[in-house]
């Protein structure tokens, strides 16, 4: 039958459209939603359309301290945690040490834990071992740090793993020192993945609720701040943020891109 025929052509395309629609539309509604203007608490049904929302993103600073919170924390969790995280994978890949197999598979352990055990560890050792006095920005930023560790270590690990041996040995026999080969042939191929790992890193702290929450005392984080709100009401402010991220990023993806496909375009 033609009919079947053509879906046996076209299924994985078909399959591919879906899934991307499955992806994709959620944050296509978070845009959309940006623009509404609810008569009530909650911005969950289409009203009427306006830029009230993106006039005033912080909602009169409302929004202003969990969000300037988040951000700090994420960028540092993301700093320290890419740096560890790159010498880690470093010495994992290449070197032999005792107890290196234990490390490696400790280090999967944040990953696998559900979020609400290791939230419920990390508030007993703080509560244990510094008082009540020490949850807030400190102890949020420490759990941000060792989750966000793992990550790093696996996604630099794969890259180093792919990387050919060959290109540093030659760099040697040309005369470069450790130094030189590290910086102009090692570096730059592990860029990507550390770049990678990076940004993994901020959207996971940035993101977090669980682990924060158990673990934030009386701060008060954005993903905390959109919870707490849900029981009064969600602004549409809280999508005019969403969707600033969503640009920010797709705008990242494009500056990586449009280099190759220009590139591309040419040697065609």
């Not at 890419?82 to 070197?95: D, E, N, Y």
């Not at 673990?215 to 602004?235: D, E, R």
Request: proline share 6%; hydrophobic share 55%; charged share 15%.
């Amino acid at each position: 039958m033609p009919v079947v025929n053509w879906f046996r052509k076209h299924v994985i395309a078909i399959v591919a459209i879906l899934i991307f629609g499955f992806l994709l539309v959620p944050n296509a509604v978070v845009v959309w939603m940006s623009f509404n203007k609810p008569s009530g608490k909650y911005n969950v049904k289409w009203e009427k359309f306006s830029l009230d929302a993106w006039k005033n993103p912080l909602d009169d600073g409302i929004l202003h301290d969990p969000l300037m919170l988040s951000l700090e924390i994420a960028l540092l969790a993301t700093l320290v945690a890419t740096i560890l995280g790159t010498m880690i994978a470093f010495a994992i890949v290449r070197h032999s040490f005792k107890g290196r197999g234990f490390v490696n598979s400790m280090l999967f352990l944040p990953m696998a834990a559900p979020e609400i055990v290791m939230g419920t560890t990390l508030l007993a050792l703080f509560l244990n071992t510094f008082g009540v006095d020490f949850l807030g920005f400190k102890s949020i930023l420490i759990a941000h740090i060792m989750f966000c560790v793992s990550y790093v270590v696996i996604t630099v690990k794969s890259r180093l793993n792919g990387m050919d041996p060959m290109l540093e040995k030659a760099a040697q026999d040309l005369y470069a020192t450790p130094w030189q080969t590290f910086w102009r042939v090692t570096f730059p191929l592990v860029a990507p993945g550390i770049g990678a790992a990076a940004l993994l890193s901020f959207a996971l702290s940035f993101d977090d609720f669980i682990i924060t929450e158990m673990t934030a005392g009386s701060s008060l984080t954005f993903p905390y701040w959109i919870w707490n709100a849900v029981q009064k009401g969600i602004p549409p402010q809280v999508n005019v943020i969403g969707s600033l991220m969503l640009i920010i990023t797709l705008a990242g993806i494009a500056v990586a891109e449009v280099p190759k496909w220009l590139k591309d375009s040419k040697s065609r």
